[in-house]
């Protein structure tokens, strides 16, 4: 961290026990973003209700290049929260999971999902029902009648446009599903 961590305990003595226990998790944020340039953590022992017993509420303000991360651990419902150190453990638990979404944010890890491999109907002999497809990159593809999604074998044509699987055949590579593509759905090579 840039800015040294700071620790504020309200509505209760500062604990030593707690405060090792705070800075060693606080410690660890930085495995999931780096940098961290500012991490305050607020321990607050919240009033004390005749049939509970302590709450405990943490909130901590963490600043990363670009955004300010915030997470308050708020439960006065929750008994578990009666015990500090699980408060401090269920509030780096947010921390940590909204600090992995920042950064697969600011990464711009999206899913994509790589497009099917296409080609062009050079062949087909619908009497022995099989054709051939070629690829952008000039390769032939064998492909059956019966590869043809939705019986659409009879409606291909020499330069019908296709997605294929690709596997290895016998004679060399075949396509294992044909998907002719429509007017509304182009390929781009």
């Known amino acids: 961290m840039q800015i040294p961590l700071q620790i504020t305990f309200r509505g209760m003595e500062p604990s030593?026990?707690?405060?090792?226990?705070i800075r060693e998790k606080a410690e660890k944020l930085e495995r999931y973003f780096h940098p961290i340039i500012r991490?305050?953590?607020?321990?607050e022992e919240v009033a004390r209700h005749h049939h509970q017993g302590r709450l405990f509420k943490v909130h901590m303000d963490i600043s990363v290049p670009g955004a300010e991360i915030v997470v308050s651990h708020d439960r006065e419902r929750d008994h578990a929260h009666e015990d500090a150190y699980v408060a401090i453990r269920d509030a780096f638990e947010a921390a940590r999971r909204r600090l992995e979404d920042y950064a697969r944010?600011?990464?711009r890890q999206i899913?994509?999902?790589?497009?099917?491999?296409?080609?062009?109907?050079?062949?087909?002999?619908?009497?022995?029902?099989y054709g051939r497809i070629e690829t952008p990159d000039g390769r032939l593809i064998y492909f059956h009648a019966n590869s043809v999604l939705n019986g659409g074998f009879r409606?291909?044509?020499?330069?019908?446009?296709?997605?294929?699987?690709?596997e290895a055949g016998d004679e060399g590579p075949q396509a294992s599903t044909v998907h002719p593509v429509g007017k509304h759905h182009p390929v781009s090579p």
């Open 155 to 166: 409606q291909l044509d020499v330069g019908s446009e296709v997605r294929f699987t690709e």
């Open 111 to 129: 899913k994509t999902h790589e497009a099917p491999p296409h080609g062009w109907v050079r062949e087909i002999f619908p009497e022995q029902g």
């Open 16 to 21: 030593p026990a707690l405060e090792a226990r």
């Open 39 to 43: 991490c305050h953590v607020v321990i």
């Open 105 to 107: 944010k600011r990464r």
